[in-house]
């Protein structure tokens, strides 16, 4: 494993975004200048993120306008989701995760990174699997 590559999913990117718990693990991530990678997924699953709290009054528009630019800005090195679903639909079928989960999973394996996320039930899932080296939930500091 590279321990200066990861991949972060959305769920990561969100809690250093909006400040939620584990937000100084996720923004060190992020600043660290470390090689981060993620799927072209996580461009829509953070607009998504962006639009639910903009729907809850949590945001307004021009806060969330703001935020999705800065996701454009983020360090990350983007795979498209196409080079990945071979592997990906594999990786779903045998660990019965979503398609969504396992894109981040797949690039993770693909460049021998780990998998920081949020998701306490993805990590807690592939716990014991071989898979478990390549996630990591934000909370652990591994």
């Known amino acids: 494993m590279n321990p200066k590559s990861h991949v972060l999913d959305a769920s990561t990117v969100a809690v250093a975004f909006f400040q939620e718990a584990h937000a100084d693990r996720a923004v060190r991530l ?40 800065d996701v454009r800005r983020l360090p990350l090195q983007i795979t498209s989701c196409g080079d990945l679903v071979a592997s990906v639909l ?27 996320t949020a998701d306490k039930r993805l990590v807690n899932a592939l716990i014991d699997t071989p898979l478990a080296s390549h996630v990591a939930w934000i909370g652990s500091e591994s």
């Open 90 to 116: 594999t990786l779903a079928l045998t660990t019965g995760r979503s398609v969504y989960d396992c894109l981040y999973l797949a690039l993770a394996v693909q460049t021998a990174s780990v998998l920081v």
């Open 30 to 69: 992020l600043a660290g200048g470390g090689v981060l990678h993620a799927p072209d997924l996580i461009y829509a699953e953070l607009a998504n993120v962006i639009w639910k709290r903009h729907g809850r009054g949590e945001i307004d528009a021009d806060e969330a306008a703001q935020l999705l630019n």
